[in-house]
């Protein structure tokens, strides 16, 4: 006999929106308006959280060590990117940030001697600074440029239109799994509708707040959002690795912080790419 279908969890839907919109709101009231020390304040939160959680799941043997060393590896490069872009004379130059890249390196292998003692997988707490580390840079980066925070606001929107039109979609018109090993819940469907939406978003964004062609924004919408949902999907192996379902439980309907910014980590260095494509000239 046929399982029946599975229904479309409505209820999740709605605990998603609402700690969704609560985030969403006072990130991008904080973008906007909070200046740029509100803003890295803002990222040095989201660090240390991510830092905790990734040791959680890493290093159970000896989290708080690791939590520590990857949070302050991470918030060295934040800082170093943030004292390098407000003295730069230029939207873009290698000193601005070379002593970041450098502390990238340097903080992977402190995570890795915290830890090996504690774990015979020292290198997942080294990962843990790769993984953070380069999304830290890049939005601190982008946010700093000309029209920084029209920049952010669309990276923001194009990843959680992603995210919640994946969803939808994928629910509510289910069809064949993406890829049923690493995460069974996820449908080509899903897959097609998050990149419609982030195209939406991004499009949306760049006519209510930038000079940037619609025809652009569309087109680094898209990739922002397959590079969302290339993140979710990464995420999900890394879960599987660590054997666990969510990073942790901080965020209602969604699980931990990096279950929600799994995607945005990968999208950040997609706008920030395309943001120097434009400032370099090679599209508008």
Known sequence: MARPARRFDWNNLRLRIVSGAILATAAIAVVIWGGPF???????????????????MAAPAAPTRVAVVVAAAVLAVGLLTFAGVRGASDVFTWR???????????????????SRRATRRWGDAAYGVLYVSPACLAILWLHSTPQGPGWTVMLLATTWAADISAYAVGNAMKGPKLWPRFSPNKTWSGFAGGLVGASLAAVGVAALLMRLSLSGAALIGFCGGLATMMGDLWESILKRRFGVKDSGDLIPGHGGLLDRVDGLMFATLVFAASRLIVHLGWAH
Do not use: K
């Not at 890295?40 to 990734?54: P, Q």
């Not at 601005?96 to 915290?114: E, N, R, W, Y």
């Open 38 to 56: 509100l803003f890295l304040a803002m990222i040095a939160l989201a660090v240390t959280l991510l830092s905790i959680e990734w040791a959680r």
């Open 96 to 114: 601005a940030v070379m002593p970041a890249m450098a502390m990238i390196a340097l903080g992977s292998v402190a995570a890795a001697a915290a």
